[in-house]
């Protein structure tokens, strides 16, 4: 609840929707606040980046999880960009990266902060669909 506000302001700024389907604003996460809110706003970022994009955000609870699925209508990522997004060691070769990579950076690092933080993080891609990301956290 308390990163919506935030993600919603801009993407009215920049010509871009945020829709929620589904939040479970009582879902009890055990996590440092600043950090998990952190994380999850990099990763919407990354789609808001993208002029007149939809987002659509959902927080459930599932069992002893709560899970937080962000699909944007943005342009598809192929499958080694993806790759390279969920591989924590590329952050070690990104000095010689070219400027895509270094455009993946912030969410490089929301990927590492939310593992570090003791979640999972899946991220699919493709035409059509656009860009899913499901991250699950332990309640």
Request: hydrophobic share 45%.
């Amino acid at each position: 609840a308390g990163v919506l506000p935030r993600l919603q302001r801009r993407a009215r700024r920049d010509g871009s929707e945020i829709m929620t389907v589904q939040v479970d604003e009582d879902a009890p996460i055990f996590s440092d606040a600043r950090l998990l809110m952190h994380s999850l706003r990099r990763f919407v970022d990354r789609a808001l980046d993208e002029e007149g994009t939809t987002v659509t955000a959902t927080a459930v609870v599932e069992g002893d999880c709560v899970r937080f699925t962000f699909i944007d209508s943005a342009p598809a990522l192929d499958a080694d960009r993806v790759a390279s997004i969920l591989d924590g060691d590329n952050l070690l070769a990104l000095a010689q990266a070219d400027m895509e990579q270094l455009a993946d950076l912030p969410t490089m690092l929301a990927v590492r902060l939310f593992r570090a933080l003791g979640g999972h993080v899946e991220i699919a891609s493709s035409e059509g669909m656009g860009t899913r990301v499901v991250l699950t956290l332990l309640s």
